[in-house]
């Protein structure tokens, strides 16, 4: 495994993200990634499967102080009496007394960015969690977070794969030591099946959905992969004995487009381009 290391948090490279996933698929596959060698595992309060993937964790025999979780408040408990009340009820549900990582799911447009970060930090401040860190929030956002918050915010989770140009975040993320940690890697399932990509991963000896992974942690980011099939678990974990070239990883970048985001919530999601 590599690790992106951020403000002090030493974070595996690739993570197990179990975003649209039944109970019974959780069950199913945790099992299989913790096989392969997966131990950061990426939840959220809305996925409502924080309470499946603590039992499989368990159920598995996965040493706790060996993982890395990760959970996201969800915008509904962004108050003053909701927001560690539903991290406490998160905990319950993930059979934990902290998390590794704490995120604010979406910015929105109900609540200021200061106040979602004095509520992560307060979270911080009580161990419940060991970082904490953004998701989706734009370039303004992710500066004003920084400079409002006492801890170090280690990440900004956001929308990345070969179709989305995401240089501006990426620039910003470096400036400041935040890690970047991409979702949708797969772009909703579009790259594995994509001809340019395909013909690079063939001259690897490897898949597309290997090479899209492989170029997110190749530029450094963090990658989240997620299956619900527990026969491509292992194939998403193989990335790490082969390097895409300059060219490879350029061809690749190339592939974005314009229209290429595919998550933009209208109320939660900010204005990209700011
Ligand atoms: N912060 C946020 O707002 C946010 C938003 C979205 C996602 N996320 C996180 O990011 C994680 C990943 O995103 P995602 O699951 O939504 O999208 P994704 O990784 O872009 O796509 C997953 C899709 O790719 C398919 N797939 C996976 N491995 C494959 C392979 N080897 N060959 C062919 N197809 C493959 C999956 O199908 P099968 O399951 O059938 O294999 C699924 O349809 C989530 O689980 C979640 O943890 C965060």
């Not at 197990?16 to 595992?41: I, N």
């Not at 998390?99 to 106040?115: C, E, F, N, S």
Request: net charge negative.
């Amino acid at each position: 495994m590599q690790y992106v290391d951020a403000h002090g948090a030493r974070i595996p490279a690739l993570g197990f993200g179990v975003f649209r996933m039944s109970d019974a698929e959780v069950d199913a596959v945790v099992p299989a990634a913790l096989e392969a060698g997966f131990r950061h595992f990426d939840t959220a309060q809305i996925y409502e499967n924080e309470a499946a993937l603590g039992r499989a964790l368990a159920l598995a025999g996965a040493q706790r102080d060996g993982l890395f979780l990760t959970t996201k408040v969800w915008v509904s408990n962004y108050s003053e009496t909701r927001f560690a009340a539903s991290v406490e009820e998160s905990l319950e549900k993930l059979g934990t007394d902290h998390v590794d990582l704490l995120l604010a799911h979406w910015p929105g447009d109900q609540v200021p960015v200061a106040k979602q970060v004095d509520w992560l930090n307060e979270v911080h401040a009580s161990g419940k969690a060991r970082f904490i860190g953004v998701s989706n929030y734009n370039r303004g956002q992710l500066r004003q977070a920084i400079a409002a918050s006492a801890a170090p915010i280690v990440t900004n989770q956001v929308e990345m794969h070969p179709y989305l140009d995401q240089s501006a975040l990426a620039a910003l993320a470096a400036e400041t030591g935040t890690a970047l940690t991409a979702y949708y890697g797969m772009a909703d399932g579009a790259v594995p099946r994509d001809a340019v990509i395909g013909r690079i991963a063939a001259a690897h000896g490897k898949t597309a959905a290997q090479v899209g992974l492989r170029w997110l942690i190749q530029q450094g980011h963090i990658a989240l992969s997620k299956t619900a099939r527990p026969g491509r678990v292992a194939e998403n974990f193989d990335i790490f004995d082969f390097t895409l070239s300059d060219d490879d990883m350029a061809a690749i970048s190339g592939l974005a487009r314009a229209d290429g985001r595919l998550v933009d919530p209208a109320g939660l999601a900010p204005d990209w381009t700011a």
